[in-house]
Every structure is written in C-alpha cells, then in structure tokens.
C-alpha cells in the first residue's frame, strides 16, 4: 500500500472547493438559504479523527515496542486503509468548508456569526482530520521482513531451476 500523497489530498480539497462554493451559489440564486453545517459535524470529525489515531497506537506499539509482539497484517492494514480514507473524506470536508466560507465571504451582506463560526469549524476540523489519517497512516507502517527483499519470495529449493 501506498502512503496518501498530497496530491490525491489537494485534488480532494479542490473538488470539496468547488462544491461547496457552487451548493451555496446554487441555492441563492434559486432563492434559499445558504447551506450552514450542523453544529454535530465538526465534533464527529474531530472524534473521528481521534478514533482513527487510537486504533493505529497499539499497531504501532507492538511493532515497535521494545518487545515486538505480532501484529495481524490484516489489522494493520485495516486501520491504514481507514487512515488513508480519513486523510481524503478530511480534505473534501476541509475545502467544502472553505468553499462555503468564500462564498459567504463574497456576499454583499455578512453572514450571522453563527453560520460563519459552523462552516469554520468544518472546515478546521477537516483539517484536524487529514492530520489525524496521516499521523495514523504513519503509525501503521511495519517493518519490513529480511526475506521481502529476496525474488521469488518462496523456499528457495523450490524455486525453477535454470541449466
């Protein structure tokens, strides 16, 4: 598996941007209100954030403990594989957030104080997020094993013989 890159993360923010701006445009000029995130979202990123970093510690404890127990490659890769999905769902939530705020901020009128501060925190939050999928990402990561380097990967008296 491959570690997130920061361009998968940029191209997620970029399209968080991009809806977040067009939803928010869309809406007023059918004559609704802008779209305001519940004030729940920002806390369950943030718990998801910390959720995700709780369950890459003990990975990261017995593969670099001072006595390394065994570790459950499946496990492993479970939680990095939901590190790297938190990193991304992060960075689209992060620029919806940013793409919300640019809109309001364009506006001629200034928005209320309370829709301001939840699309800020989603946005901040997102942010927090994409730390915390790649701080777990990162705690995920096992050493690798003597015999990986070796071609074949196999008992060597089984391999083919060439005469």
Same mark, same amino acid.
């Not at 806390?43 to 006595?67: C, D, E, M, S, W």
């Not at 479970?78 to 309001?104: N, Y």
């Not at 829709?115 to 096992?142: D, K, N, Q, R, W």
């Given at each position: 598996?491959?570690?997130?890159?920061?361009?998968?993360?940029?191209?997620?923010?970029?399209?968080?941007?991009?809806?977040?701006?067009?939803?928010?445009?869309?809406?007023? /000029?059918?004559?609704? $209100?802008?779209?305001?995130? $519940?004030?729940?979202? @920002? =806390? +369950?990123?943030?718990?998801?954030?910390?959720?995700?970093?709780?369950?890459?510690?003990? =990975?990261?404890?017995?593969?670099?403990?001072?006595?390394?127990?065994? %570790? &459950? @490659?499946?496990?492993?890769?479970?939680?990095?594989?939901?590190?790297?999905? /938190? /990193?991304? %769902?992060?960075?689209?939530?992060?620029?919806?957030?940013?793409?919300?705020?640019?809109?309001?901020?364009?506006?001629?009128?200034?928005?209320?104080?309370? /829709?301001?501060?939840?699309?800020?925190?989603?946005? $901040?939050?997102? %942010?927090? +997020?994409?730390?915390?999928?790649? %701080?777990?990402?990162?705690?995920?990561?096992?050493?690798? &094993?003597?015999?990986?380097?070796? @071609?074949?990967?196999?008992? @060597?008296? +089984?391999?083919?013989?060439?005469?």
């Amino acid at each position: 598996m491959r570690r997130t890159g920061p361009g998968i993360l940029i191209i997620a923010a970029l399209l968080g941007v991009a809806a977040g701006f067009a939803l928010d445009h869309v809406l007023t /000029s059918t004559g609704r $209100a802008t779209f305001t995130p $519940a004030v729940t979202l @920002p =806390i +369950l990123l943030a718990l998801l954030g910390l959720l995700v970093v709780a369950l890459a510690i003990p =990975i990261r404890r017995a593969t670099h403990g001072p006595i390394a127990a065994p %570790v &459950d @490659p499946f496990r492993a890769l479970r939680v990095a594989m939901l590190a790297k999905a /938190s /990193s991304i %769902v992060g960075a689209a939530l992060a620029g919806f957030g940013t793409g919300l705020a640019v809109f309001l901020a364009t506006r001629p009128v200034s928005p209320s104080l309370g /829709s301001m501060g939840t699309v800020i925190a989603t946005a $901040a939050c997102g %942010v927090l +997020l994409i730390a915390c999928g790649l %701080v777990a990402e990162y705690l995920c990561t096992i050493r690798k &094993d003597d015999d990986d380097e070796q @071609p074949g990967g196999g008992d @060597p008296g +089984l391999e083919p013989r060439h005469n």
